[in-house]
């Protein structure tokens, strides 16, 4: 399953021209296919259970536990928004290639409902595609967000027994790509001017940019461990940085702010923190923190008045958007009269579609580092992910693709 060139070791399953595992591919690439991985969701009451089984598989989570998240999808009639949101980025991706003229292909496919990754590589190849680049629909780098899609794909791979002749590479993590960051500045723009015209000041407003916790263990391994992120890895590193950009941005257009100075288009300046969601592990297992909930309450005795919800870590409204955001940190604003609005996520904004195809077509044309977009300091983003990067020690070594073992 790998090959070595006495300095990388790397997945065969890699095209040739990334199989030396450098940080950044820089030689085109004749892909023919790609491949667009998601995390699924079930599209009815009598999938869920089944689709939690597969989510927790290995854990050991009791059932109980399984009916307590159970009710989140139960409550919108077991129908996760996930897969149809999928279907609208497929066909937005679809129509984007279209219309540049571009023949390339989109298959879909999920790690925990159908249709799976491995169902994608079946069809991929009963097409003929061999050359695969695939687009997880996280931006962000984590064992959850990104090592676990590419552990899926290798699992795929031997699943299908197309190992030794289908390859698959992946874009770059995208965090700070113009396309996906874009969505995130209108969108807090128009936060802020309608807590604005209720007549909330900047000083009664705060903005929390909400993404997934994940286990502490896991945070502090994400990304390489040769970039030195802290405790709290490259995950909570690249979530701050995006923020830092949303909120400069935002801040600058002295119409939509309170406070501002028409000469400079500076404001006033407005509250912001990373908060999480969404925890699911037991109270023994240190997570991210805090929890979006605790920080309305502390803010709240604060005297915020007024908060502007940003899901920074998601890319569509599924069940963490609808439930933990729409649902649960709205009705505890209301509980603590604090006014809030929750502005969309990217789903498909034309930049965001948009910038999804650049990120193929870095890799198909080769584009040197100097010429790739990012909106921080931290990218543009590894496309061989490095050795060891967001591995999840807990469930032992796995192999993943599109990376440099381990």
Same mark, same amino acid.
């Given at each position: 399953m790998?090959i070595?060139? #006495?300095?990388?070791v790397? /997945?065969?399953a890699?095209s ?10 820089t030689t ?7 491949l $667009?991985a998601?995390?699924g969701g079930?599209e009815?009451?009598d999938d869920?259970? +089944?689709f939690l089984?597969?989510?927790?598989r ?5 059932? =109980?536990? /399984? *009916?307590e998240?159970a009710?989140?999808?139960r ?5 996760s928004?996930?897969n149809?949101?999928?279907r ?5 991706l679809e129509? *984007? $290639? =279209?219309r540049?003229?571009?023949?390339l ?5 999920n &790690?925990?409902?159908t249709?799976?990754?491995?169902d994608a $590589?079946?069809?991929?190849n009963e &097409?003929? @595609?061999?050359k695969?680049?695939?687009i #997880? ?7 959850s967000?990104? &090592?676990?899609y &590419? ?6 791979l031997?699943?299908?027994g197309?190992?030794d002749?289908m390859?698959i590479?992946?874009?770059r993590q995208?965090?700070d ?5 874009? +969505?995130f500045i209108?969108?807090v723009?128009?936060g ?7 007549g909330?000041?900047p000083e ?6 909400s993404t ?11 990304? %390489?461990a040769?970039?030195?992120f #802290? ?12 923020a ?7 801040k600058?257009?002295?119409? $939509?702010? *309170?406070?501002a ?5 500076s404001?006033? !300046?407005?509250?912001?923190? /990373?908060?999480y969601q969404?925890?699911?592990g037991?109270?023994s ?6 929890d979006i909930?605790d920080s ?5 005795g604060?005297g ?7 899901p920074?870590? @998601?890319v569509?409204?599924?069940m !963490?958007?609808?439930?933990d ?5 709205m009705?505890?604003?209301a *509980?603590?009269?604090v ?5 969309p996520t %990217?789903?498909?904004?034309a930049?965001?579609?948009? #910038?999804?195809?650049?990120l193929?077509l ?7 580092v ?5 909106m921080?300091d ?8 490095r050795?060891?990067?967001c =591995?999840?020690?807990?469930?032992g070594?796995?192999?993943a ?6």
């Amino acid at each position: 399953m790998t090959i070595s060139n #006495g300095e990388y070791v790397v /997945l065969n399953a890699a095209s040739a021209e990334a199989a030396s595992g450098a940080e950044h591919v820089t030689t085109p690439v004749d892909y023919d296919a790609i491949l $667009l991985a998601s995390f699924g969701g079930p599209e009815g009451q009598d999938d869920v259970i +089944p689709f939690l089984r597969n989510v927790t598989r290995g854990r050991g989570i009791p059932e =109980e536990r /399984l *009916e307590e998240v159970a009710h989140h999808y139960r409550a919108f009639g077991g129908v996760s928004p996930i897969n149809d949101q999928n279907r609208e980025l497929k066909a937005a991706l679809e129509a *984007e $290639l =279209e219309r540049r003229g571009i023949d390339l292909p989109v298959i879909w496919g999920n &790690r925990n409902w159908t249709p799976y990754v491995r169902d994608a $590589l079946t069809e991929a190849n009963e &097409r003929g @595609f061999t050359k695969l680049i695939a687009i #997880g629909t996280s931006a962000y780098s984590s064992f959850s967000s990104c &090592r676990q899609y &590419r552990e899926d794909y290798a699992i795929a791979l031997e699943e299908t027994g197309l190992g030794d002749t289908m390859s698959i590479d992946k874009v770059r993590q995208f965090f700070d790509h113009p396309g996906f960051v874009q +969505p995130f500045i209108d969108g807090v723009k128009q936060g802020l001017a309608d807590v604005a015209a209720k007549g909330f000041t900047p000083e009664q407003t705060h903005v929390l940019f909400s993404t997934h916790s994940i286990p502490s263990s896991d945070a502090e391994r994400s990304g %390489p461990a040769s970039r030195g992120f #802290g405790p709290e890895g490259a995950y909570a590193a690249q979530h701050l940085a995006v923020a830092e950009v949303v909120m400069h941005e935002a801040k600058t257009v002295p119409e $939509l702010v *309170e406070g501002a100075d028409a000469s400079t288009g500076s404001a006033t !300046e407005i509250a912001w923190s /990373l908060v999480y969601q969404s925890r699911s592990g037991p109270p023994s297992m240190p997570w991210l923190e805090p929890d979006i909930n605790d920080s309305i309450a502390e803010l709240a005795g604060k005297g915020i008045k007024a908060v502007v919800i940003v899901p920074l870590g @998601f890319v569509s409204d599924h069940m !963490e958007v609808k439930w933990d955001l729409d649902t649960e940190a709205m009705e505890t604003s209301a *509980e603590h009269d604090v006014f809030a609005v929750r502005v969309p996520t %990217p789903g498909v904004h034309a930049a965001y579609v948009s #910038g999804l195809i650049d990120l193929v077509l870095e890799r198909r044309d080769g584009v040197p580092v100097e010429d790739r977009p990012a909106m921080t300091d931290l990218g543009p983003w590894y496309d061989v992910c490095r050795p060891g990067c967001c =591995e999840n020690k807990r469930a032992g070594f796995k192999p993943a693709l599109a990376g440099v073992l381990p």
